[in-house]
Protein backbone atom coordinates (compact mmCIF):
# COMPACT_ATOMS: atom_id res chain seq x y z
CA UNK A 1 0.00 0.00 0.00
CA UNK A 2 1.46 3.52 -0.80
CA UNK A 3 1.01 7.04 0.38
CA UNK A 4 0.48 10.06 -2.08
CA UNK A 5 3.75 11.52 -1.76
CA UNK A 6 2.48 13.82 -4.36
CA UNK A 7 0.73 15.04 -2.07
CA UNK A 8 2.78 16.81 0.09
CA UNK A 9 3.06 20.07 0.67
CA UNK A 10 -0.08 20.95 -1.17
CA UNK A 11 -2.75 22.41 0.72
CA UNK A 12 -6.10 22.51 0.69
CA UNK A 13 -8.23 25.35 -0.71
CA UNK A 14 -9.28 27.76 1.96
CA UNK A 15 -12.16 26.86 4.63
CA UNK A 16 -14.11 30.25 5.51
CA UNK A 17 -15.80 30.58 9.17
CA UNK A 18 -17.05 33.24 10.82
CA UNK A 19 -16.89 33.09 14.73
CA UNK A 20 -20.05 33.20 16.68
CA UNK A 21 -20.46 33.88 20.29
CA UNK A 22 -22.25 31.08 20.78
CA UNK A 23 -19.83 28.74 19.31
CA UNK A 24 -17.29 29.44 21.39
CA UNK A 25 -19.36 29.35 24.86
CA UNK A 26 -20.25 25.93 23.32
CA UNK A 27 -17.12 24.32 23.37
CA UNK A 28 -16.29 25.66 26.33
CA UNK A 29 -19.23 24.21 28.31
CA UNK A 30 -18.63 20.77 26.15
CA UNK A 31 -15.50 21.06 28.02
CA UNK A 32 -15.87 21.82 31.05
CA UNK A 33 -14.22 25.05 31.01
CA UNK A 34 -13.94 27.61 33.88
CA UNK A 35 -12.90 30.71 32.33
CA UNK A 36 -15.34 33.43 32.12
CA UNK A 37 -14.61 34.93 28.91
CA UNK A 38 -14.87 31.63 26.98
CA UNK A 39 -17.98 30.82 28.61
CA UNK A 40 -19.41 33.93 27.96
CA UNK A 41 -18.22 33.53 24.40
CA UNK A 42 -15.89 36.24 23.76
CA UNK A 43 -12.29 34.39 23.61
CA UNK A 44 -12.15 31.11 22.56
CA UNK A 45 -10.29 28.21 24.87
CA UNK A 46 -6.99 27.19 22.94
CA UNK A 47 -8.01 23.40 21.45
CA UNK A 48 -11.45 25.56 20.21
CA UNK A 49 -8.57 25.76 17.16
CA UNK A 50 -9.32 22.29 16.09
CA UNK A 51 -13.03 23.25 14.90
CA UNK A 52 -12.00 25.73 12.04
CA UNK A 53 -9.58 23.50 10.61
CA UNK A 54 -11.66 19.98 11.15
CA UNK A 55 -13.13 19.52 7.58
CA UNK A 56 -9.83 20.99 5.80
CA UNK A 57 -7.93 18.26 7.93
CA UNK A 58 -9.42 15.76 7.08
CA UNK A 59 -9.22 16.39 3.45
CA UNK A 60 -5.74 16.99 3.70
CA UNK A 61 -5.07 13.49 5.33
CA UNK A 62 -7.64 11.76 2.83
CA UNK A 63 -5.45 13.24 -0.14
CA UNK A 64 -2.41 11.36 1.25
CA UNK A 65 -3.28 8.32 2.48
CA UNK A 66 -5.90 5.59 1.04
CA UNK A 67 -9.20 5.21 2.21
CA UNK A 68 -8.11 1.44 3.24
CA UNK A 69 -5.25 2.91 5.18
CA UNK A 70 -7.44 5.26 7.03
CA UNK A 71 -9.02 2.42 8.86
CA UNK A 72 -6.11 1.44 10.46
CA UNK A 73 -4.98 5.28 11.68
CA UNK A 74 -4.46 6.33 15.27
CA UNK A 75 -3.99 10.01 16.78
CA UNK A 76 -0.63 10.65 17.85
CA UNK A 77 0.29 13.95 18.81
CA UNK A 78 -1.39 17.22 18.25
CA UNK A 79 0.39 20.51 18.91
CA UNK A 80 -1.12 24.05 18.90
CA UNK A 81 0.80 26.98 18.19
CA UNK A 82 -0.80 30.08 18.70
CA UNK A 83 0.44 33.48 17.59
CA UNK A 84 -3.17 35.27 18.29
CA UNK A 85 -6.26 34.08 20.24
CA UNK A 86 -9.54 33.17 18.28
CA UNK A 87 -12.01 36.04 19.00
CA UNK A 88 -16.05 36.31 18.54
CA UNK A 89 -16.76 38.54 15.96
CA UNK A 90 -13.73 36.48 13.65
CA UNK A 91 -13.86 35.26 10.14
CA UNK A 92 -11.42 32.48 10.00
CA UNK A 93 -9.49 31.42 6.99
CA UNK A 94 -8.37 28.11 7.51
CA UNK A 95 -6.16 25.43 5.58
CA UNK A 96 -4.26 22.12 6.13
CA UNK A 97 -1.81 20.30 4.39
CA UNK A 98 0.09 16.77 4.83
CA UNK A 99 3.97 17.88 5.05
CA UNK A 100 5.35 14.75 6.29
CA UNK A 101 5.56 11.14 5.42
CA UNK A 102 7.89 8.92 7.45
CA UNK A 103 7.96 5.16 7.22
CA UNK A 104 9.22 2.90 9.90
CA UNK A 105 9.00 -1.21 10.54
CA UNK A 106 5.68 -0.77 12.64
CA UNK A 107 4.02 1.26 10.38
CA UNK A 108 3.83 5.14 9.33
CA UNK A 109 3.63 8.69 10.43
CA UNK A 110 1.86 11.12 8.45
CA UNK A 111 2.55 14.88 9.66
CA UNK A 112 -0.59 17.28 8.81
CA UNK A 113 0.10 21.11 9.25
CA UNK A 114 -3.23 23.74 9.44
CA UNK A 115 -2.91 27.41 9.44
CA UNK A 116 -5.58 29.46 11.01
CA UNK A 117 -5.56 33.63 9.30
CA UNK A 118 -8.08 36.07 10.27
CA UNK A 119 -9.91 38.17 8.09
CA UNK A 120 -6.92 40.44 7.27
CA UNK A 121 -4.72 37.98 6.28
CA UNK A 122 -3.07 37.90 10.11
CA UNK A 123 -1.44 34.39 11.29
CA UNK A 124 -3.49 33.38 14.42
CA UNK A 125 -2.02 29.69 14.89
CA UNK A 126 -0.50 26.32 13.17
CA UNK A 127 -1.16 23.21 14.37
CA UNK A 128 1.11 19.82 14.02
CA UNK A 129 -1.28 16.49 13.45
CA UNK A 130 0.52 13.17 14.20
CA UNK A 131 -1.31 10.60 12.66
CA UNK A 132 0.08 6.92 13.11
CA UNK A 133 -0.92 4.26 10.71
CA UNK A 134 -0.16 0.93 12.69
CA UNK A 135 0.97 -1.74 10.20
CA UNK A 136 1.07 -0.33 6.68
CA UNK A 137 4.55 0.46 5.35
CA UNK A 138 4.41 2.97 2.70
CA UNK A 139 7.11 3.07 -0.17
CA UNK A 140 9.13 6.00 0.69
CA UNK A 141 8.95 9.48 2.34
CA UNK A 142 10.19 12.60 2.99
CA UNK A 143 8.62 15.98 4.36
CA UNK A 144 8.91 17.64 7.87
CA UNK A 145 8.86 16.37 11.46
CA UNK A 146 6.47 17.79 13.78
CA UNK A 147 8.25 20.15 16.52
CA UNK A 148 9.58 18.38 19.59
CA UNK A 149 7.81 18.66 22.60
CA UNK A 150 8.77 16.04 24.91
CA UNK A 151 9.38 16.56 28.56
CA UNK A 152 13.24 17.88 29.61
CA UNK A 153 14.96 14.86 31.51
CA UNK A 154 15.85 17.40 34.33
CA UNK A 155 11.82 17.83 34.95
CA UNK A 156 10.83 13.99 34.70
CA UNK A 157 13.29 13.57 37.33
CA UNK A 158 11.59 16.10 40.17
CA UNK A 159 7.99 15.93 41.60
CA UNK A 160 5.55 17.94 39.99
CA UNK A 161 4.95 20.96 41.38
CA UNK A 162 0.95 20.74 41.03
CA UNK A 163 -1.69 18.06 40.36
CA UNK A 164 -5.21 18.82 39.51
CA UNK A 165 -8.30 16.17 38.93
CA UNK A 166 -11.44 16.12 36.72
CA UNK A 167 -14.40 14.52 36.76
CA UNK A 168 -15.41 13.24 33.12
CA UNK A 169 -19.01 13.67 33.15
CA UNK A 170 -21.22 10.97 31.60
CA UNK A 171 -22.60 12.88 28.61
CA UNK A 172 -19.41 14.83 27.43
CA UNK A 173 -18.79 13.03 24.10
CA UNK A 174 -21.99 14.27 23.38
CA UNK A 175 -21.40 17.61 24.30
CA UNK A 176 -18.14 17.49 22.89
CA UNK A 177 -19.38 15.65 19.25
CA UNK A 178 -21.80 18.61 18.79
CA UNK A 179 -19.46 21.40 19.79
CA UNK A 180 -16.62 19.89 17.89
CA UNK A 181 -17.74 18.54 15.05
CA UNK A 182 -16.41 15.43 15.62
CA UNK A 183 -19.10 12.96 15.71
CA UNK A 184 -16.65 9.50 15.02
CA UNK A 185 -19.02 6.82 16.00
CA UNK A 186 -15.74 5.66 18.32
CA UNK A 187 -16.91 8.46 20.88
CA UNK A 188 -20.98 8.44 20.39
CA UNK A 189 -21.73 4.38 20.00
CA UNK A 190 -20.96 1.41 22.24
CA UNK A 191 -21.65 -1.27 19.02
CA UNK A 192 -19.44 0.57 17.23
CA UNK A 193 -16.26 1.41 19.50
CA UNK A 194 -16.57 -2.49 20.83
CA UNK A 195 -16.59 -3.79 16.49
CA UNK A 196 -13.33 -1.19 16.06
CA UNK A 197 -11.78 -3.29 19.63
CA UNK A 198 -12.34 -0.92 22.14
CA UNK A 199 -13.49 -1.50 25.05
CA UNK A 200 -16.56 1.20 24.46
CA UNK A 201 -17.35 4.68 23.91
CA UNK A 202 -14.16 6.85 24.20
CA UNK A 203 -13.53 10.14 25.24
CA UNK A 204 -12.33 12.40 22.29
CA UNK A 205 -8.41 13.24 22.39
CA UNK A 206 -8.41 17.05 21.90
CA UNK A 207 -11.56 16.78 24.17
CA UNK A 208 -9.19 15.54 26.89
CA UNK A 209 -6.48 17.93 25.92
CA UNK A 210 -8.59 20.64 27.17
CA UNK A 211 -9.17 19.38 30.56
CA UNK A 212 -5.06 19.09 30.53
CA UNK A 213 -4.87 22.69 29.09
CA UNK A 214 -7.41 24.20 32.31
CA UNK A 215 -5.33 22.36 34.43
CA UNK A 216 -2.19 23.63 33.63
CA UNK A 217 -3.68 27.32 33.59
CA UNK A 218 -5.35 26.72 37.16
CA UNK A 219 -2.16 25.39 38.33
CA UNK A 220 -0.34 28.83 37.06
CA UNK A 221 -3.34 30.90 39.16
CA UNK A 222 -4.83 32.04 35.47
CA UNK A 223 -8.15 31.34 34.20
CA UNK A 224 -7.31 33.10 30.53
CA UNK A 225 -7.61 31.09 27.60
CA UNK A 226 -5.52 34.31 25.96
CA UNK A 227 -2.49 33.50 28.08
CA UNK A 228 -2.01 30.05 26.16
CA UNK A 229 0.95 30.19 23.24
CA UNK A 230 1.33 26.56 22.81
CA UNK A 231 -0.56 22.99 23.62
CA UNK A 232 1.03 20.05 23.05
CA UNK A 233 -0.04 16.55 24.02
CA UNK A 234 0.85 12.79 22.84
CA UNK A 235 -2.20 10.68 23.02
CA UNK A 236 -1.03 7.43 24.88
CA UNK A 237 -4.02 5.78 26.12
CA UNK A 238 -7.98 6.20 25.98
CA UNK A 239 -10.38 6.97 28.30
CA UNK A 240 -13.97 6.20 28.82
CA UNK A 241 -16.56 8.99 29.81
CA UNK A 242 -17.26 8.89 33.78
CA UNK A 243 -13.81 8.24 34.23
CA UNK A 244 -11.64 11.06 36.02
CA UNK A 245 -8.31 12.92 34.79
CA UNK A 246 -5.01 14.11 37.07
CA UNK A 247 -2.85 16.24 35.51
CA UNK A 248 0.76 16.50 37.19
CA UNK A 249 2.60 19.74 36.27
CA UNK A 250 5.76 20.53 35.79
CA UNK A 251 6.98 24.06 36.27
CA UNK A 252 9.80 25.23 33.80
CA UNK A 253 11.72 28.49 32.65
CA UNK A 254 10.19 31.20 30.24
CA UNK A 255 6.41 30.73 31.21
CA UNK A 256 6.95 26.72 30.24
CA UNK A 257 4.90 23.83 32.31
CA UNK A 258 5.54 20.44 31.67
CA UNK A 259 2.37 18.02 31.90
CA UNK A 260 1.48 14.54 32.07
CA UNK A 261 -2.29 13.25 32.50
CA UNK A 262 -3.65 9.83 33.94
CA UNK A 263 -6.67 8.64 34.03
CA UNK A 264 -8.49 7.20 37.99
CA UNK A 265 -6.26 3.90 38.15
CA UNK A 266 -3.46 6.06 37.08
CA UNK A 267 -2.52 4.92 33.01
CA UNK A 268 -0.71 7.84 31.36
CA UNK A 269 -2.80 8.77 28.99
CA UNK A 270 -1.80 12.24 27.89
CA UNK A 271 2.44 12.09 27.36
CA UNK A 272 4.51 14.70 26.82
CA UNK A 273 2.47 17.95 26.98
CA UNK A 274 4.05 20.93 26.83
CA UNK A 275 2.09 24.32 27.49
CA UNK A 276 3.64 27.68 26.71
CA UNK A 277 2.31 30.37 28.23
CA UNK A 278 2.34 34.53 27.86
CA UNK A 279 0.60 37.63 29.25
CA UNK A 280 -3.01 37.32 28.41
CA UNK A 281 -3.17 40.75 28.31
CA UNK A 282 -6.35 41.01 30.86
CA UNK A 283 -9.50 38.88 31.83
CA UNK A 284 -10.58 35.65 33.93
Known amino acids: MTFNLDALGRWTQLQVMPVAEEAIAAYARATDDEAALALGGRIA ?30 HGDQDILISAPIEAGMELHARAAAVGVHPKESGTTVILKTETRDGD ?71 FAKAAGLPGIIVHGLCMMAFAGRAVLA ?35 DGAVAFETVDGSGTTVLKDGLAELGDPGGGS
Open 121 to 191: GRLLNEQYVTEFYRGIVGDGGGGERAPDHRMPKELAETDPAAELTYPIADDITVRYAEASGDRNEIHLDQG
Open 219 to 253: SQGNRSPAAVRRLAVRFSRPVAPGDRLTTQIWNGH
Open 45 to 74: PPVFAIVPVWDVLQEAARAMAPEEARKQVV
